[in-house]
């Protein structure tokens, strides 16, 4: 079974201060995607970023970059300079891909870790 | 292009009771999930509707069922509520529910269950 773990539970850092999560992953499939959530203090879960299982490029979007490894089963996510608007729960997410066996279908599952709240001081 | 809306934003209700959440997706989105968090469980999949169908089911019990209407709109039911089921209810949208897809997150509807 899909398993998604984010070691640390918070992060306390000042404003201006690069930060990185990290995320493990577990799953049988060869194909599968990877998904990094945030969410603010209003309780929505805003979409940040996707990568498919055969794209071990980085990405980086502004402050936001991302190291996937297949490696490792690690998906990390890095602010640089953080900001106090930063501050929220980080989730990171795993879909597989869509089959039909006996454990039945993975239609519209993300399985996710336990999140990592992030504080950023002024 | 709206996103994601849920219907009520916050709930209370007392244990026996019974409750249904709404949920509308993006416009032209096929696909609706429903996921439960809890400060202990964290984020927990429900089930997933495509086509007023629902294709995939989590591990939760029977008192806690969904339907979709022929315009993607959906509802989840909640009955006979314990005070365990006091959580943030997140429902999600995706053009088809594939795991290539994206899923859009509503603000969530929080019940309180005394």
């Known amino acids: 079974a899909q398993k998604v773990t984010q070691a640390q539970t918070e992060i306390s850092v000042v404003e201006k201060e690069d930060v990185t999560l990290d995320c493990v992953y577990e799953?049988?499939?060869?194909?599968?995607?990877l998904f990094w959530y945030k969410q603010p203090p209003s309780g929505e879960l805003v979409f940040l970023i996707r990568?498919?299982?055969?794209?071990?490029q980085n990405e980086i979007s502004g402050r936001y970059s991302w190291n996937f490894q297949k490696s490792t089963s690690s998906f990390n996510f890095t602010i640089t300079a953080s900001q106090v608007v930063d501050s929220a729960v980080y989730f990171c997410?795993?879909?597989?891909?869509?089959?039909?066996?006996?454990?039945?279908?993975?239609?519209?599952?993300?399985?996710f870790g336990q999140g990592t709240i992030l504080t950023v001081h002024p | 292009k709206a996103g994601v809306t849920q219907t009520p934003r916050y709930l209370i209700k007392t244990r026996g009771q019974q409750v249904t959440l709404s949920c509308s997706p993006i416009?032209?989105?096929?696909?609706v999930s429903w996921y439960q968090q809890t400060p202990g469980q964290g984020l927990q999949f429900l089930f997933e509707?495509?086509?007023?169908?629902?294709?995939n089911k989590g591990n939760f019990p029977g008192r806690f069922s969904g339907r979709q209407f022929s315009n993607s709109r959906s509802e989840m039911n909640v009955s006979t509520l314990e005070l365990g089921d006091s959580a943030l209810y997140l429902c999600?949208?995706?053009?088809?529910?594939?795991?290539?897809?994206?899923?859009?997150f509503g603000p969530g509807t929080r019940l309180t269950v005394l």
């Open positions: 999600a949208s995706s053009s088809h529910g594939e795991s290539t897809d994206t899923q859009y």
């Open positions: 799953t049988r499939d060869t194909t599968y995607y």
């Open positions: 990568r498919n299982s055969f794209d071990e």
């Open positions: 997410a795993l879909s597989e891909a869509n089959r039909f066996n006996a454990g039945g279908t993975s239609y519209g599952k993300l399985t």
């Open positions: 416009s032209g989105h096929r696909s």
């Open positions: 509707y495509f086509s007023e169908t629902q294709r």
